[in-house]
């Protein structure tokens, strides 16, 4: 069924026993039950929970009861015995209770009620439980007036004012609805279908008794729409919040169950609705590394039940994981127990992104402060508070030897013009804290006396809300080449840093050769060479793989000025190491000769990885031509076998090879398949299929049996040093190395899959793909042996599914009944019709069920018989007068399935009713056509006209008030149609719809 919203997914979380449980003294219930399982899981416990709370139980059974109730009791481990001698446990006959002396009587039985709840009190027991049928009331022709006086004198002289707790039990399959309707309006609870409700139509005693019946239904079933609308608008606000919400929001319990999700939490972890039901929020969703903190943060929740707020990854469908914030808040049940988590989460992928990009930066912007070429100060109300590296090597301290100082403590007396240099000093950073940066020579002077001459820049730096000063101090002796230094530098760094990966290198060309003269150091570090296996190759194209030098030598050849390029080769290590590079270079005309900028990234495990998801598209790809001879009825186990050795050979580049099946019977592998150069071994040929017996000790022997043996698979390169090898018998092909698999359920022996002489040396790689392939090989051959259990169990639920038909039919047709009693008590037509179309519709969909459980095929339904059925029942009801009104049926040879056909049958009730009933007015004849057609689209086509007199002037079907009409429009939606009406010559509507998709149904 359709929910009307996500609130509406949301499942009880307490059980009916729990909620038995917690009953408190006062409580009066009504147990309506309709079939023995449901009286027993609500009065067992219900007693059982009394006696362990030591209460007094009562119970007062009907005339056609057994001693079931004992029974039960014991099986729930109650000293039954014990509890009935101690008085605790009381068991009466209706007779003794209700009917005493022959008749009812209300007087009575409050008086015995409450002589019981005093022998309770007096006894110590805490309270009294009292339960009872109530099928006097069948016997008694005025039980429904005793019964209502009955029940509202124990509400309001009993249970209001004695310590206990009553359920009066009513048997729906025996009570008239009448007398149950009283029954709800003098129970404050409810107990039905395994669930307690709180009774919002009880009617309280002293109302009971003052007022009229009808009067007082009629008032509270105002309340209750009246409240039911106001849930109903709140429940759809929440939803729709929910639903909208960008913030995702999950309900789950301690164990990992997850009970409720919102869309937006479907959208963060790339599961489906469905998929995350099946999903543990703690095993499947949680990183490892989150969960024992996150399990010690909900702990500490659980002690405080206080929220909490934590941040954690998620690991998402694919694969990837996603940094969140999550605000989790506990829900505790009545006995403050923890019920379930509810969190609020938000997805933290951006603000990580920043405060590692600003780490990043911090770490950049410091690494550029400690090694840059310059001094740098930072100063605080004239007093440096920190340095760079440089700082030190210029002025020739300490770091503590400089912080706090002032810069007059680092100068002579005077400057160069004779100001004094505290006083010059103290003018200059008060103009640049003033927001005028201050540019200047300096002359400085170290601890030990010797003078120097600086270049100092100085600016006003805001930080937070204060201001400090900037100092950038520069030793200006030989300006100009280290001005020049510094333009070369700042150009070369900035080509390279744009493409810097693994190592940077630049090259002139001089007489069309490139050299290098330039190259970070982590070169050495990659290829093991020094800078002068370097200096005597003029670069390090020497170390190019042999067969990718002329790619390499290209790359340099055809690259001109202003153009980028980018190949992709291998060199070899100084250890003879296979490097794979992405080699990015950069050409720019500098001073009339051409320079190359690069950046070579070593991409090896890149290129590794490729390898590694190429042999998994292999093996995926394998895997799926097994699988269909795999579930095909028509394979035969030597076809499966067939398919396993032939993929097993091309994923291992093997020539030979066998694939074989344990016989249950004897332990012989039986060969179901193997290759032409494997018949020459020494083996036993029985009823055609060849085979290898194991030994008297019941091992295999020699080297193919090796991995039966210890149940795990194994691969030699070396067959003939092996220590379970016995060589090769005369004329048979020599084995240059074996891989075998055993194919394995549990711990059961069930097949093997054996290869020999590879093209390459077998790895661990063959093995994981031949393991995997061993894996289906297990279930096609488990699939042979429960395939006839199988059948029968198929069979099994085929019978099942007719029966619920049937019933669905019988309960469908019950409820059009009770339409048909409801409209002969009613006096008003509007009431009258509308349980007459309410009928209508019913049986449309009961003969849907008929036709399914008398058809071959339980899953679908011959539409043209459904059509005519349903038709010849729609103008026997409509029609007076037979003949007047023909039927025209055009009906391709069409089933349908349960999902598609229920929306057609209620379309087709609704467009036929309202013909026969408006189109031919006062007698007038006509027809009637309704065609379906499968169309080459493969969509249907259903079409439902007539030649009357058509829709009223201005009917607008975007604007249908009718509920007839606007039932039909949500049927089209719902089967994903399209509608369209035509008014030429009476009324035609024609829908165009797809079947429905089977939808699994739990």
């Not at 508070?385 to 700082?391: A, R, S, T």
């Not at 399914?852 to 339980?858: D, F, G, M, R, V």
């Amino acid at each position: 069924m359709e929910k009307d919203n996500y609130l509406g997914e949301i499942k009880s979380f307490s059980t009916l026993e729990d909620d038995l449980n917690s009953l408190k003294p006062h409580q009066h219930i009504a147990l309506l039950y309709n079939n023995p399982r449901e009286w027993k899981e609500t009065i067992i416990p219900f007693i059982k929970w009394g006696l362990e709370k030591g209460e007094k139980c009562v119970y007062i059974r009907d005339s056609s009861q057994d001693n079931k109730l004992q029974e039960y009791l014991k099986k729930e481990g109650v000293e039954v015995n014990f509890c009935e001698k101690s008085g605790q446990l009381v068991i009466l006959d209706e007779s003794e209770a209700y009917t005493k002396d022959g008749d009812f009587n209300s007087d009575t039985r409050i008086h015995l009620i409450k002589t019981e709840a005093q022998i309770a009190k007096d006894k110590g027991f805490k309270a009294l439980r009292i339960c009872g049928e109530m099928s006097w009331v069948l016997h008694d022709q005025s039980g429904l007036d005793r019964l209502m006086e009955y029940e509202s004198q124990l509400n309001q002289n009993f249970t209001s004012k004695y310590p206990s707790l009553a359920i009066c039990q009513f048997d729906m399959q025996k009570f008239d609805p009448e007398i149950i309707k009283g029954v709800i309006m003098t129970h404050p609870y409810l107990i039905n279908g395994g669930e307690i409700y709180k009774n919002f139509y009880h009617v309280p005693a002293h109302e009971f008794q003052d007022t009229p019946l009808a009067e007082k239904e009629v008032e509270i079933w105002l309340n209750n729409i009246k409240r039911e609308h106001k849930i109903r608008l709140r429940e759809e606000l929440y939803a729709e919040v929910l639903s909208k919400s960008s913030q995702a929001f999950v309900i789950g319990l301690s164990d990992g169950k997850i009970l409720f999700n919102n869309p937006a939490f479907n959208e963060l972890v790339g599961y489906s609705p469905d998929e995350i039901k099946s999903l543990n929020w703690d095993k499947d969703l949680t990183s490892p590394e989150c969960r024992h903190q996150e399990k010690i943060i909900l702990q500490e929740m659980e002690k405080t039940g206080l929220p909490v707020r934590y941040e954690k990854e998620y690991l998402k469908k694919d694969g990837t994981r996603v940094p969140i914030e999550i605000l989790t808040h506990p829900s505790y049940n009545h006995e403050g127990e923890l019920k379930y988590y509810y969190s609020f989460i938000n997805d933290i992928s951006s603000r990580k992104k920043v405060e590692e990009e600003l780490l990043i930066s911090e770490n950049k912007y410091h690494t550029l402060f400690d090694n840059a070429e310059s001094g740098i100060f930072l100063i605080r109300d004239g007093f440096f508070m920190e340095c760079n590296q440089k700082v030190l090597e210029i002025f020739g301290v300490l770091e503590e030897n400089i912080l706090g100082k002032t810069p007059a403590d680092f100068s002579p007396p005077l400057q160069e013009d004779g100001t004094p240099s505290d006083l010059k000093a103290k003018k200059l950073m008060e103009k640049a804290l003033s927001g005028e940066p201050q540019h200047f020579e300096w002359k400085h002077q170290q601890q030990n006396g010797t003078v120097f001459f600086t270049e100092v820049s100085l600016n006003r730096l805001k930080i937070g809300e204060e201001y400090l000063l900037q100092a950038i101090v520069m030793d200006i002796t030989g300006r100009k080449r280290a001005e020049n230094l510094l333009k070369e530098s700042e150009h070369k760094h900035r080509m390279v840093g744009e493409l810097i990966s693994d190592f940077a290198y630049s090259c002139i060309q001089k007489d069309g050769e490139y050299r290098v003269d330039w190259i970070t150091g982590s070169f050495y570090h990659i290829t093991g060479f020094s800078k002068k296996d370097m200096d005597n190759q003029f670069g390090w194209m020497f170390t190019v793989h042999p067969d990718d030098t002329p790619k390499a030598q290209q790359q340099l050849q055809d690259i001109k000025p202003g153009e980028k390029n980018i190949k992709i080769f291998r060199i070899i290590s100084s250890q003879g190491q296979i490097i794979w590079l992405r080699n990015h270079i950069e050409c720019v005309e500098e001073n009339g000769n051409w320079r190359i900028y690069g950046a070579a990234q070593d991409i090896s495990r890149e290129k590794i990885y490729l390898e590694d998801l190429k042999r998994e598209l292999e093996i995926n790809q394998s895997l799926s031509r097994i699988y269909a001879p795999l579930i095909s009825d028509s394979s035969s186990m030597e076809d499966v076998a067939d398919i396993i050795l032939q993929e097993s050979l091309k994923l291992t580049h093997s020539e030979n090879g066998y694939v074989g099946m344990v016989d249950p019977e004897n332990q012989d592998m039986v060969v179901l398949t193997h290759s032409s150069m494997m018949v020459g071994c020494e083996m036993v040929d029985l009823d055609d299929k060849i085979r290898f017996p194991p030994s008297k000790n019941g091992n295999y022997p020699a080297l193919w049996g090796h991995s039966l043996n210890t149940g795990k698979g194994i691969y030699t390169n070396q067959p003939e040093t092996h220590k379970t090898s016995r060589g090769t018998p005369s004329g048979h092909i020599k084995v240059t190395n074996f891989i075998s698999v055993p194919v394995m359920a549990e711990k059961e022996l069930l097949g093997q899959i054996a290869l020999a002489n590879s093209r390459h040396d077998y790895d661990d790689n063959d093995l994981e793909a031949l393991k995997r392939l061993a894996e289906f090989y297990a279930l096609a051959i488990q699939r042979m042996r429960f395939k006839d259990d199988l059948l029968n169990s198929i069979k099994d639920k085929e019978l099942l599914l007719r029966e619920i038909h049937h019933r669905v039919k019988n309960n469908l047709q019950i409820i059009a009944s009770l339409l048909n009693l409801q409209s002969a008590e009613t006096q008003e037509e509007e009431a009258q019709e509308f349980c007459r179309v309410s009928q209508d519709r019913v049986r449309s969909m009961a003969l849907i069920h008929e036709k399914l459980y008398k058809s071959p095929n339980i899953s679908r339904i011959n539409f043209y018989d459904y059509v005519k059925s349903l038709t010849e029942a729609l103008f026997y009801n409509y029609t007076t007068h037979p003949g007047i009104v023909q039927l025209n049926l055009d009906i391709d040879n069409i089933s349908l399935d349960l999902d598609t056909a229920i929306p057609c049958g209620l379309l087709l009730n609704e467009l036929i009713t309202n013909s026969l009933k408006y189109a031919f007015p006062d007698g007038n004849k006509g027809t009637i056509t309704i065609k379906f057609k499968s169309l080459p689209s493969g969509e249907y086509q259903l079409v439902i006209g007539d030649d009357g007199i058509g829709l009223p002037p201005g009917f607008n079907l975007d604007r249908v008030e009718t509920l007839g009409l606007q039932i039909v429009i949500s049927l089209v939606k719902q089967i994903e149609g399209t509608l369209e009406l035509e008014e030429t010559s009476g009324t035609v509507y024609t829908i165009n719809f797809k079947e429905l998709s089977y939808k699994n149904r739990l």
